[in-house]
């Protein structure tokens, strides 16, 4: 059984920063990309940030670009997001996805490629 596990998520003023953590079980996570999406009220799941396995590369939605960074440590199966310069469109639910085993290159923007998703954290930016 593969489990994603967020955390990291909390309360934080506009410009303020967060670093959320996925740390994944169940299986060996070799050649699989990760991911961040988030969730706001009323509106559909949206792409964040893709990392592939061998970290070579990122890539970030456009609303994001320059403020958050993606990470992993594939030696502890974790994925990390640090958000900076944090905004009130920011609050969302956060969730993280990883795929099945793709190749050492792979990123992945779209939601309904990935395989498995954690539960969700909780970021919510007041003004």
């Known amino acids: 059984q593969v489990q994603l596990v967020e955390s990291g998520g909390g309360l934080v003023q506009a410009g303020g920063s967060l670093r959320l953590s996925c740390t994944a079980s169940?299986?060996?996570?070799?050649?699989?990309?990760m991911g961040w999406f988030r969730q706001a009220p009323g509106k559909e799941r949206e792409f964040v940030a893709t990392?592939?396995?061998?970290?070579?590369?990122?890539y970030y939605a456009n609303s994001v670009k320059g403020r958050f960074t993606i990470s992993r440590d594939n030696a502890k199966n974790t994925v990390h997001l640090q958000m900076n310069s944090l905004k009130p469109d920011d609050t969302a639910v956060y969730y993280c996805?990883?795929?099945?085993?793709?190749?050492?290159?792979?990123?992945?923007?779209?939601?309904?490629?990935?395989?498995?998703w954690g539960q969700g954290t909780q970021v919510t930016v007041s003004s």
């Open positions: 990392i592939p396995w061998s970290s070579g590369r990122t």
């Open positions: 996805a990883a795929s099945k085993p793709l190749g050492p290159d792979y990123m992945i923007a779209e939601r309904y490629d990935y395989d498995y």
């Open positions: 169940g299986r060996t996570f070799s050649n699989y990309a």
